[in-house]
Nanobody, 116 residues
């Protein structure tokens, strides 16, 4: 499985960004996809995830501001990030976890910087 993330950048507080992650390879429609982020000096943390059946899960810090979605035809997931805050700054990684498995694949990170 290969993942290609895109869409990061620099935005002011209150702005929006949309991240995308395209996957290729041996994919099952029930695989779980997720976005993680790692801020300076902190551990990588889960931001949002989506199952093959569309169930979503969000970190408390982004609930109501971020939306994860899945485009099955394109094997792509998106993360719409609104009302961005400086604390959202970090490197965002997409992860693909095989259905009923702990095997996960990471994409290269994409930098998101929110200026105050």
């Amino acid at each position: 499985v290969q993942l290609q993330a895109s869409g990061g950048g620099l935005v002011q507080t209150g702005g929006s960004l949309r991240l995308s992650c395209a996957t290729s390879g041996s994919i099952n429609v029930l695989d779980v996809m997720a976005w993680y982020r790692q801020s300076a000096g902190k551990q990588r943390e889960l931001v949002a995830s989506i199952t093959g059946t569309g169930t979503t899960n969000y970190a408390d810090s982004v609930k109501g501001r971020f939306t994860i979605s899945r485009e099955r035809a394109k094997n792509t997931i998106n993360l719409q990030m609104n009302s961005l805050k400086p604390e959202d700054t970090g490197v965002y990684y997409c992860k693909h976890t095989k259905y009923r498995s702990t095997t996960g694949y990471w994409g290269r990170g994409t930098q998101v910087t929110v200026s105050s």
